[in-house]
């Protein structure tokens, strides 16, 4: 394989969100900076995100000259750039001349000037401000040798519901529709005497104000929101790449975030970052948050299959969460080093130097207030940089996933819409990591995708509560399962379209024959209920034992599948709670309640061992993750202990330590929140 280098650079890039705007009346603390980034290892820096109002202070007038100044600077230092285009947040001059640009809230009220990301982005004349400061950016620093990448704007999210959107919103629908006939019976309007005559009738979702009952509407709106946000951002690229067409360009992806969709918008960037901000610590089991971080970048990868970057994560606290606890000595270290583990090529910590003042100014940073690097997060970031430094080798390489987990947004949109079963909460990102961590425990390299996604590289597939069916997706699931794949399909799926519209003759609808079950109802469990689930020999002498469901019952036949465990409770007591299907050269299984750990623990296990599924750990051991990178001579794998006690490791076999940088065998003992990073050939 050829590297995938998102930089064109063998090396692990170690730098930060650097905001040197904020400080231009202290030109001491500006060249005290560029000494401390050498110090600390840091050799790239993201500039610009917020900087329209220094660049343009007034319209028409520019000024690049402190700009000019701290990119040379950077560059004279060996610092590499990712300039941003300032979108994110417009100066004050432009909403109180041309007040079209702010956004407008669902209940219909205009957004004052102020915070960021609340601008409209169907607005001509923001689109059009936004490319002429762009254009500046790019006849200026397209060429620049400092300069490797483009960062679009700054965390794209929200919705505007202005007059300019609404006319959009129904341009949209008529592409996507062509008729108001065939809008009506996607929509169901007829539901409630909601029929549309006109397209002029049709207004955005608004829950205190009009209609949000109509389940179409919402989820176009969505879809809707998606794409002109997408069409924002490629008006912004397609300003400054021609000016340098080698200039890679992204935009900072969040946290299962689902205001768009990101498979979508993945396709029109030319690598992915996410900005991770996990509440280490904060709860009891150390490997929750752990999982679910490894779970964002596994899909951030999976988003265009190759390395991503980490353009953003925290050093030692946030100031936003409800209690903003401190990293622990080592968290560090090793949380990047995760990050690096599932495929990041890049690692910067947000902030370079806190904010002396607003909001920011008790967020965590490399250079706290004191101003120096003799602190124990400096220290640690410093320890950090020259690990990364040894990590050269590992850049471009790629994460080998056999299985792959199915989370997609659009479902996931209809899901929180449904109005039933269980509208205290369907949980579909917790079922989703349910199965993750079983995986990610055993050091199972996992891609997570969605329906749109191709199946035939893995042996298995995992897709919780896939309730929406979207396009063809039923009919490649069989395809994989026909064809020898594993398929594990769960309560709630197959049960609406892409329109949101239930599927007729049963359901799992597209799935019922691969599944080879009629679900016939669905029972809602309230929080802490539970019903009893036993499998014995007669069953399945594998999966024997007593186990506990929770949230949702699904009551199911079996029509051509086996049933491997029944429901003990209630007046289901008897029913199909685990079946397994044998279709064509494959087996499909489905889960029918959310089932505990203890089953969990099994039933990966057996997918696992029957699938001889690659994985870097012989069993799990508590609070320990071991994850592999490859290049077609070498292996690389990172082992991080995420508890607050030492853990030994068994070693298959021999390995060069590249942190150490000695050879390791045997057993390895990992000190609490340590982590380790060994190769060998293949």
Avoid at 344 to 365: C, L, M, T, V
Wanted: glycine share 8%; aromatic share 12%; hydrophobic share 35%.
């Amino acid at each position: 394989m050829n590297p995938q280098l998102v930089f064109g650079e063998s090396k692990i890039f170690h730098g930060c969100d650097y905001n040197p705007e904020q400080w231009l009346d202290y030109p001491e603390i500006l060249e005290k900076d560029l000494a401390l980034m050498q110090e600390a290892g840091c050799n790239i820096v993201s500039i610009g995100i917020f900087s329209w109002a220094k660049l343009e202070p007034e319209e028409g007038k520019f000024d690049f000259s402190w700009l000019d100044m701290i990119i040379e600077k950077l560059h004279a230092h060996g610092v590499k750039v990712i300039l941003a285009t300032p979108s994110g947040a417009r100066p004050a001059w432009l909403d109180l001349k041309y007040p079209e640009v702010l956004r407008m809230t669902e209940d219909r009220q205009t957004r004052l000037h102020g915070h960021r990301q609340n601008h409209c982005l169907t607005s001509p004349v923001y689109r059009e401000k936004v490319k002429i400061i762009n254009t500046k950016l790019a006849e200026r620093y397209a060429h620049h040798p400092a300069v490797v990448s483009w960062h679009i704007s700054n965390e794209f999210g929200g919705y505007c519901h202005c007059p300019l959107c609404q006319k959009a919103f129904r341009r949209f629908l008529k592409e996507r529709y062509g008729t108001l006939e065939k809008l009506n019976h996607a929509w169901w309007s007829t539901f409630w005497s909601h029929t549309y005559t006109d397209w002029d009738q049709i207004e955005s979702p608004s829950k205190n104000l009009g209609e949000w009952c109509v389940h179409g509407l919402n989820l176009d709106f969505r879809r809707f929101s998606t794409a002109q946000c997408m069409d924002f951002c490629k008006a912004e690229i397609d300003t400054v790449k021609p000016f340098n067409p080698d200039l890679p360009v992204t935009t900072n992806f969040m946290e299962f975030f689902y205001d768009y969709d990101y498979f979508e918008f993945a396709k029109i960037l030319d690598y992915t970052c996410w900005d991770s901000y996990p509440e280490w610590h904060v709860y009891e089991d150390p490997e929750y948050i752990a999982s679910y971080t490894a779970m964002n970048h596994d899909l951030m990868r999976s988003l265009k299959q190759k390395p991503f970057v980490l353009m953003e994560h925290t050093v030692s606290c946030t100031n936003w969460r409800p209690l903003s606890r401190l990293k622990k000595p080592g968290m560090e270290k090793l949380s990047c080093l995760q990050a690096v583990a599932h495929g990041a090529d890049s690692i910067q910590g947000f902030q370079w130097r806190k904010s002396r003042g607003s909001s920011e100014k008790f967020h965590g940073a490399i250079i706290d207030h004191v101003g120096h690097l003799n602190t124990r997060v400096g220290r640690e970031v410093k320890e950090l940089g020259g690990i990364l430094q040894r990590l050269g080798e590992v850049a471009g390489t790629e994460v080998r996933a056999q299985a792959a987990l199915v989370l997609d947004t659009q479902n996931r949109w209809a899901l929180d819409d449904a109005q039933g079963p269980r509208n205290a909460g369907l949980h579909y990102l917790e079922v989703c990591l349910d199965y993750y961590h079983e995986l990610w425990r055993r050091g199972v390299a996992v891609d997570v995708i969605d329906e749109t996604c191709p199946l035939d590289k893995y042996k298995l597939v995992i897709a919780p509560m896939t309730y929406m069916i979207r396009g063809d997706y039923g009919q490649r699931v069989e395809n994989f399962v026909k064809n020898g794949g594993v398929y594990v399909s769960t309560f709630w799926s197959g049960i609406v379209d892409e329109n949101d519209l239930c599927f007729l003759g049963g359901f799992p609808g597209p799935l019922r024959q691969v599944l080879g079950i009629w679900d016939e109802e669905i029972e809602c469990l309230d929080e802490g209920e539970q019903v009893k689930v036993i499998s014995d020999t007669a069953l399945s002498p594998e999966l024997w034992g007593s186990y506990q469901g929770s949230l949702l019952c699904a009551l199911v036949h079996p029509e051509s599948a086996q049933t491997l465990a029944q429901y003990d409770s209630d007046f289901y007591r008897g029913m199909s709670a685990v079946t397994r299907n044998i279709y064509g050269m494959g087996r499909a299984y489905y889960v029918a309640t959310r089932l505990d750990r203890s089953f969990l623990d099994n039933f990966v296990r057996i997918l696992v061992d029957g699938l001889d599924l690659t994985r870097e750990l012989s069993h799990p051991i508590a609070g320990v993750s071991a994850m592999a990178r490859y290049s077609d001579t070498k292996k690389f794998l990172f082992i991080g202990n995420y508890s607050a006690e030492a853990k030994t490791v068994g070693l298959k076999g021999e390995y060069y330590d590249l942190i150490n940088e000695q050879t390791r065998s045997g057993n390895l003992t990992l000190m609490p929140y340590g982590s380790a990073v060994l190769s060998c050939p293949l």
